[in-house]
Structures are given as C-alpha cells and as structure tokens.
C-alpha cells in the first residue's frame, strides 16, 4: 500500500487506541518512547480532547525520533500543524504543514497541508497596510497547491484564497497611489495605481485604481493617456456605470470632466 492510502487507513486502528491511552495533566511524550505508534494514540487523544499543548508536544516528538519514511511522520506533522494553531501558534503552524509537501509530495496529505499552511501565514496579514511578508508566503503556498496538485478537490478553496488575497495586494498599492493623490504628487500617484492595473486585473480594488488613475492623468493634462486607460478602462468593466459616466466612449474620453 502506497504512502497516500497509509496515511488515512493507519488513523482507524489507531483512534481505537487512543481511547484507552493519555490523561491529561499526566501527559509525557518520553513514556511512549518505546512505542511510536502508543505516543501517536496518546498524542491524538490530546489533541481530540482539545488538550493542544500535550498533543503538541507529543507529535513533535514524533517528528524527532520516526524514521523519515515512517507512514506516521506525514500524520504527526499534520496534526502537530493543527495544535499548534488551536493554539495560536499560526507560523509554527504554517511550517509544520508545508514540511508535509516537502517531505512527502505524494502523501494525500500534501494538498491539504498546503491549503492549511497558506491560512495559517494569511492570519498573520490581516490588514493591506501591514507588512505583507507573511501575505506572500500565504500566496505562495497556495500557489504551490494549484501548480503541484491540479486535480485536487482543494484547488478551488485555494483560488479562493489567491483571489482574496490579490485583493489586499491591490489594496495596498491603490490606498499608497491615492495618498499621493490626495496629496497632488500624481507622477508618484501614478506608478502605484499603474501597477495595481498591471499586476492585479481581476482585483476588485482595481476598479478604483482605473479611476484614480484617470483622474491624475486628467489633473496634469496627460490627455492621451486618460484616452487610452478610458478605452482599457471600457474593455475591462463594459457595463460599469461610473466608467462609462468618467469615459463615455474612448474616442471623446479626453473631452469627459475629470472626477472630484
């Protein structure tokens, strides 16, 4: 039996033992060091019992002493993943998940370990204006999951994610372009909001960005310019109500009045 198949068919026999191991309060990984498979059982019972911190350190402790192609190593990390982030612990988290499709890219657990890990870095972004390092580790590792496992039933909850989180990156290069906006530094205003068009077209942030955009453009008379985005503008959004209100059609888009 492949690793895929072991890493769900080994949980049965196992639930069933976990029952019978482990009370909280009394937990010590070194009991079980004889008996990975009796430390997996009493790790889980913790965990099912929402005693994150004693299955964290039990399956931790898995993770040091199976051997690397152990069918318990992939499981051990995944559910070390998942204490540590009912805990809060969401970058312990995210690595203990992706060391899954590191390690072992043809466990079944892989493309969901990716899907887990790409959440756990996202809650560590919550806001476009924060340092987005963790936002792109999240949409990497979402990333990873669409590119390495196509046909995986998590692949549209992991475009779901890109998608949000584009949004937020597109977030963030608008609100900077219209702080230099608001500020009459357009030349600065207009390489940001630039870029939100190019590098993030299907943001819903980026309706915004075609407007102000064409509103600096129309604010230092780059008359050709407001032309051409209004006829870019009028592809993308062709029944937008305040598009076809700033552009009306291409052809007289330098002629429209400029927004307020």
């Known amino acids: 039996m492949n690793r895929a198949r072991r890493s769900f068919v080994i949980l049965g026999p196992l639930l069933a033992l976990a ?69 809060g612990d969401h970058l312990l988290a995210a690595q203990s998940f992706t060391r899954i499709s590191d390690a072992f890219p043809d466990d079944s657990l892989a493309p969901r370990a990716l899907l887990a890990g790409g959440r756990s870095y996202a809650k560590m972004w919550r806001k476009p204006e924060l340092d987005p390092t963790y936002g792109t580790s999240a949409l990497n590792t979402f990333q990873s999951l669409v590119s ?48 939100v068009i190019k590098k993030h077209p299907t943001a819903t942030a980026t309706h915004k960005a075609y407007l102000d955009l064409l509103t600096a453009y129309r604010a230092i008379k780059y008359d050709a310019d407001a032309k051409d985005l209004c006829t870019a503008a009028l592809k993308a959004y062709p029944n937008d109500k305040e598009v076809a209100k700033q552009c009306g059609s291409a052809s007289s888009a330098e002629a429209s009045t400029p927004r307020t």
């Open 19 to 87: 029952l019978a191991t482990a009370c909280h309060g009394n937990f010590d990984p070194k009991l079980y060091a004889s008996s990975p498979e009796s430390l997996f059982a009493a790790s889980l019972k913790q965990f099912n019992a929402h005693h994150y911190d004693d299955a964290a350190k039990g399956f931790e402790q898995l993770t040091h002493d199976l051997p690397a192609r152990d069918a318990l190593l992939p499981l051990s990390y995944y559910y070390l993943g998942e204490s540590q982030e009912k805990n």
């Open 148 to 195: 390495l496992y196509p046909d995986s039933h998590l692949v549209p909850q992991a475009n779901a994610e890109i998608a949000r989180l584009d949004n937020m990156f597109a977030t963030k290069d608008l609100d900077v372009g219209d702080h230099y906006l608001r500020r009459g530094a357009y030349d600065s205003a207009i390489i940001y909001l630039k870029d």
